[in-house]
């Protein structure tokens, strides 16, 4: 990354993965567990009902994808921009 311009390109794609990731994570965790359980609440999942199984599990594996999936669009950027390891 030599000059201004690619950096900035690099930071703004870095940001945009961070806003989307956090989108997801917003409503897996606050919309799906807490906004959206009573809406949740006929369809049930391991003997709970789906906004609860969110509110517990779900969020929990949702955010592991997110951290693996983060991992890789960040090694794709940073191939793309020149910053690999």
């Not at 359980?37 to 369809?43: E, Q, V, Y």
């Not at 794709?76 to 020149?82: C, F, L, P, R, S």
């Given at each position: 990354m030599a000059d201004k311009s690619s950096a900035n390109a690099y930071w703004a794609a870095n940001v945009r993965i961070i806003l989307i990731s956090l989108a997801v994570w917003f409503v897996c965790s606050y919309g799906l567990g807490i906004l959206l359980?009573?809406?949740?609440?006929?369809?049930m999942v391991g003997g709970a009902d789906l906004g609860f199984w969110f509110a517990q599990n779900g969020s929990i594996y949702v955010f592991i994808v997110l951290i693996f999936v983060y991992a890789r669009m960040m090694g794709?950027?940073?191939?793309?921009?020149?910053?690999?390891?």
């Open positions: 359980r009573p809406a949740l609440k006929g369809i794709k950027i940073d191939k793309e921009h020149g910053v690999e390891e």
